[in-house]
């Protein structure tokens, strides 16, 4: 049974992942709304206000669990209770570090995506400044997930797939709750309209999901049959499935709520469906903080 200390570090993966992916899901529904026409419409107005406060709150939450990686770190090390979050010695050793890095990098990506999520209400011109300024916050985040964990003897390739392959997720997982208050927010047109864009993108997200996800499992699980005999394999099983069921959810929604929704204007369905999808994306997220914080492969 694992300890207060590793109780703490696996509350903090878990954070990470979800304010990272509701960072990039937030961006990437921003970028999908920017190319529906603008209206004057009250309701859209409201859903992209709602859009930008969800945006900004997991950035900044985000950036707060980011300064606390590096004491949680330092007192786990330190095992000497609280005291040890604020050791100077054990504070520079970790600050040199791997985790170093990688708290550096995840500090400068959320706090890039804090200045552009500023800079939302200023002139049009500097519309594409900012998007360039997420998007290196974003791959700052990725990029950051490298330096630690049972990844970090990865080569260069493999570190990029892995780049990839949380990009592509947390595209994914992080849409879907936005998503899911769309169905309440946008007027029936509209909606079946960013579903349906929405639709075209997942289908590149999933493919460089599956994808990189296949090339990473063979390299970190081998022989295959560890996924069955070990913690860690039994742990990605359990990821499998649940990312399975988002698959087939997500498949029932392009092939049919979508197409439902726009014959019967109903998007309740639809709504409840990516909620439970949304639950799904949470399963993923502790399972994966678990066997990235407390196991590792058997090779």
């Given at each position: 049974?694992f300890?207060?200390?590793?109780?703490?570090?696996?509350?903090?993966?878990?954070?990470?992942?979800?304010?990272?992916?509701s960072?990039?899901?937030?961006?990437?529904?921003?970028?999908?709304?920017?190319?529906?026409?603008?209206?004057?419409?009250?309701?859209?107005?409201?859903?992209?206000?709602?859009?930008?406060?969800?945006?900004?709150?997991w950035?900044?939450?985000?950036?707060?669990?980011?300064?606390?990686?590096?004491?949680?770190?330092?007192?786990?090390?330190?095992?000497?209770?609280?005291?040890?979050?604020?050791?100077?010695?054990?504070?520079?050793?970790?600050?040199?570090?791997?985790?170093?890095?990688?708290?550096?990098?995840?500090?400068s990506?959320?706090?890039?995506?804090?200045?552009?999520?500023?800079?939302?209400?200023?002139?049009?011109?500097?519309?594409?400044?900012?998007?360039?300024?997420?998007?290196?916050?974003?791959?700052?985040?990725?990029?950051?997930?490298?330096?630690?964990?049972?990844?970090?003897a990865?080569?260069?390739?493999?570190?990029?797939?892995?780049?990839?392959?949380?990009?592509?997720?947390a595209?994914?997982?992080?849409?879907?709750?936005?998503?899911?208050?769309?169905?309440?927010?946008?007027?029936?047109?509209?909606?079946?309209?960013?579903?349906?864009?929405?639709g075209?993108?997942?289908?590149?997200?999933?493919?460089i999901?599956?994808a990189?996800?296949?090339?990473?499992?063979?390299?970190?699980?081998?022989?295959?049959?560890?996924?069955?005999?070990?913690?860690?394999?039994?742990?990605?099983?359990l990821?499998?499935?649940?990312?399975s069921?988002m698959?087939?959810?997500?498949?029932?929604?392009?092939?049919?709520?979508?197409?439902?929704?726009?014959?019967?204007?109903?998007?309740?369905?639809?709504?409840?469906s990516?909620?439970?999808?949304?639950?799904?994306?949470?399963?993923?997220?502790?399972?994966?903080?678990?066997?990235?914080?407390?196991?590792?492969?058997?090779?």
């Amino acid at each position: 049974m694992f300890g207060n200390w590793e109780l703490k570090l696996l509350l903090t993966k878990f954070a990470t992942y979800a304010a990272v992916s509701s960072c990039v899901g937030s961006v990437l529904m921003q970028t999908l709304r920017l190319k529906q026409l603008r209206t004057t419409d009250t309701k859209l107005e409201f859903f992209d206000v709602w859009l930008s406060s969800w945006f900004l709150k997991w950035a900044s939450f985000g950036l707060v669990v980011s300064l606390l990686q590096l004491p949680l770190q330092a007192g786990a090390m330190a095992e000497n209770g609280l005291a040890g979050m604020f050791d100077s010695l054990m504070l520079s050793i970790m600050w040199q570090s791997a985790v170093g890095s990688q708290v550096s990098f995840i500090v400068s990506g959320f706090t890039l995506l804090l200045l552009s999520a500023w800079g939302i209400n200023k002139p049009v011109r500097f519309t594409a400044l900012l998007r360039l300024v997420s998007v290196v916050g974003i791959i700052l985040l990725a990029t950051s997930f490298t330096f630690t964990g049972h990844t970090v003897a990865l080569n260069t390739v493999f570190k990029g797939l892995l780049v990839l392959h949380i990009l592509a997720m947390a595209a994914w997982a992080g849409s879907l709750w936005p998503l899911h208050q769309s169905c309440k927010a946008l007027p029936t047109d509209y909606l079946v309209t960013l579903m349906e864009n929405f639709g075209k993108v997942a289908v590149f997200f999933v493919t460089i999901l599956i994808a990189c996800g296949v090339l990473l499992l063979l390299q970190l699980v081998e022989p295959i049959t560890n996924l069955f005999t070990t913690n860690y394999g039994q742990l990605v099983m359990l990821k499998l499935i649940f990312v399975s069921g988002m698959l087939l959810l997500a498949a029932w929604h392009k092939l049919k709520l979508v197409a439902e929704l726009a014959q019967h204007k109903n998007a309740q369905p639809l709504r409840l469906s990516i909620f439970i999808e949304t639950l799904l994306v949470v399963s993923v997220l502790v399972t994966t903080s678990v066997f990235t914080t407390l196991v590792g492969p058997q090779s």
